[in-house]
């Protein structure tokens, strides 16, 4: 943990969220739980990402923050104070909508400053904070401009200024950059974190998109059937996944699930098919576990690897250029899809294997992740 992380930790958290329960009613009948026990803590200056597919309960765990739902249990509390007694437009957080949520009749400078108006800050103030903060977000002189004469990307700033410029505690985006093209949510993605960087918020954000999560992210919360699988730094997630949801649902990998045997110099998984795979030396033996191989894991093997790697053989399916890199989508005896990503010589000599010609792969054992006790989905 480094020194910025550990002062962060003994600070009052700007938003806390406490064994909230939040159910619906199903138009089908029953009751859908959207959010079952969660607990969460965003720090101040820190940026946290709710990531999980659709359902999984990170748009009403916003909403519970802003106050827009209501809790069954549970408690949230923001720079240390409850919110339970508090109305929305009480508490010290702004939202960032999927569809930006302007005013179509009012212009940007207007859009902007409506917050300011609603506190019955003077004209000369108000008129000098929206310039200000459309400086800062690259739209100096947009003030007479209407939301039509905007881009997609123009309005997502001018939502992010409306949001910004009574200073927040606390700034919610659920999903702001899904309607945009790919280069502009990238190009976004490295803006908003330098925003959020400059301003000293903390960014409580929403996404489905992994790769969205992993750029921006201080931490990020992993949520799945509403509740949350591991909360930890974009690395932790990738290279250490707790669970084998979040290794699924983080970048790219094959899992194998099985039991460790064999002698602790030699330990291997081996599956319920009967594949052999060899893991990291002194892993303890008789225990159920996943093994998670990503890409980056895989290289061709040499002629005469020695104990410190795995080799598996494999059947090489495709190969996918990628513009500066290739990927081989490789088929295991077992019918199991692996992909190999290796650079350089290892790239080269992949290149040279036709498709339909087995190929050993080879991977150092100590590289790819055990998730121990984690047998689903043999």
């Known amino acids: 943990m480094s020194g910025e992380e550990e002062a962060r930790n003994q600070q009052t958290p700007i938003a806390e969220v406490r064994e909230a329960v939040k159910r619906f009613a199903a138009t089908e009948g029953g009751v859908i739980t959207a959010l079952d026990g969660v607990s969460l803590k965003v720090q101040p200056r820190e940026f946290v990402t709710l990531l999980g597919p659709s359902g999984c309960g990170k748009t009403t765990l ?5 106050g827009l739902e209501e809790l069954d249990a549970g408690e949230v509390l923001i ?7 508090v109305p929305p437009h009480r508490r010290p957080v702004n939202t960032v909508f999927q569809n930006y949520a302007l005013f179509p009749h009012l212009s940007v400078g207007d859009n902007v400053g409506y917050g300011l108006d609603v506190a019955g800050v003077p004209r000369r103030q108000r008129n000098t904070r929206v310039g200000e903060v459309l400086e800062r977000i690259g739209l100096g002189g947009f003030e007479p401009r209407r939301p039509d004469q905007l881009s997609g990307g123009q309005r997502q700033r001018v939502a992010l200024a409306r949001a910004i410029i009574n200073r927040p505690s606390l700034l919610l985006l659920d999903e702001p950059l899904s309607a945009l093209d790919r280069n502009l949510r990238q190009s976004m993605q490295l803006e908003l974190k ?63 699930s099985g039991r460790i045997e064999g002698p ?11 594949l052999r795979l060899a893991v990291a030396l002194g892993t303890t033996v008789n225990q159920v576990a996943t093994l998670l191989l990503r890409p980056e894991h895989l290289e061709a093997a040499p002629e005469a690897p020695d104990a410190a790697f795995g080799v598996i053989e494999v059947r090489l399916k495709q190969s996918v250029f990628l513009g500066a890199s290739r990927k081989f989508v490789c088929c295991l005896a077992n019918g199991a899809t692996v992909t190999a990503a290796p650079t350089g010589a290892g790239a080269q000599a992949l290149s040279r294997v036709a498709p339909g010609e087995l190929v050993r792969l080879a991977y150092r054992r100590d590289q790819p992740h055990l998730i121990l006790g984690a047998d689903d989905g043999t």
């Open 62 to 66: 916003l909403r519970v923050i802003s």
């Open 79 to 85: 720079a240390g104070e409850p919110m339970t007694t």
């Open 194 to 256: 330098t925003l959020q960087h400059d301003l000293g918020i903390s960014f409580l954000f929403v996404t489905h998109d992994q790769e969205e999560a992993l750029t921006m992210s201080d931490r990020v919360a992993v949520l799945n059937k509403g509740r949350i699988e591991q909360v930890g730094t974009p690395e932790a997630h990738y290279h250490r996944p707790a669970t084998r949801f979040v290794a699924e649902f983080i970048g790219d990998g094959a899992l194998f």
């Open 264 to 274: 602790t110099e030699d330990p291997v998984l081996v599956t319920g098919d009967g």
